[in-house]
């Protein structure tokens, strides 16, 4: 079972940033946050990744509270190509990925 | 980022017949790949690990004299789907990582499968 929270589905408009929420309340302490997203009929793509700091790169930034039972993805200013399921993952970094129902994000011309 | 290859991207195939999808790491040797299928509308359900040079590893409810995985070599593990009937048309994907303990999983681009 995924061990993950998100809402099925959000809507943005574009140019306005993305806010992705998660829940991990179960989260242990070698546990990261993982965020993947599959764009439509395609592979899983890698986003980005934490362990407790926030973290951002060139795609999205991560914030992870301080308690880690939950964290936020962020696209920065959304584009249509970032119309996606988004899936929040948790798990030790030597453990499979297991995938939830992910958010259906809906950027809006 | 680190690429894995899929072949064929799609096939179609009658019931009965066996088929077999390759996923390849291009740029860098994976000990371990997974296989995922995905049915429309929903997310991605893990179907085995696959180590190389031993038996793959298979998630509960899979049948494995029935999805075959061999990874022969550090670049390529493939999928046989036997005796394939209309209920395994879907997507296939496949991932790879670089080493043990690697933080990122790199994902084919997947194998959609129609079996008439």
């Known amino acids: 079972d995924a061990k993950t929270t998100q809402p099925p589905s959000m809507d943005c408009a574009e140019g306005r940033a993305a806010n992705l929420p998660c829940n991990h309340s179960t989260i242990s302490g070698n546990e990261y946050v993982y965020w993947y997203r599959q764009i439509h009929s395609q592979g899983p793509q890698y986003i980005i990744h934490?362990?407790?700091n926030n973290e951002t790169n060139e795609m999205a930034s991560l914030i992870i509270t301080e308690d880690r039972k939950s964290s936020t993805l962020i696209l920065p200013h959304a584009t249509l190509r970032d119309t996606a399921v988004y899936y929040c993952i948790v798990r030790d970094r030597d453990d499979k990925i297991i995938f939830g129902k992910g958010t259906r994000l809906h950027i809006l011309p | 980022g680190a690429v894995v290859s899929q072949h064929p991207s799609w096939v179609i195939c009658k019931s009965g017949t066996s088929v077999k999808i390759e996923c390849r790491s291009l740029d860098f040797q994976a000990t371990t790949m997974f296989w995922y299928r995905q049915f429309p509308k929903q997310s991605l359900m893990l179907m085995a690990t696959?180590?190389?040079?031993?038996?793959?590893?298979?998630e509960q409810g899979v049948e494995k004299d029935k999805f075959l995985i061999n990874h022969a070599s550090l670049t390529l593990s493939t999928l046989t789907v036997t005796s394939a009937h209309p209920e395994d048309s879907s997507f296939y994907i496949c991932s790879a990582i670089p080493g043990p303990s690697s933080h990122e999983q790199y994902f084919g681009p997947g194998t959609r499968l129609t079996v008439t």
């Open positions: 696959s180590n190389e040079g031993s038996k793959a590893t298979y």
């Open positions: 934490g362990l407790k």
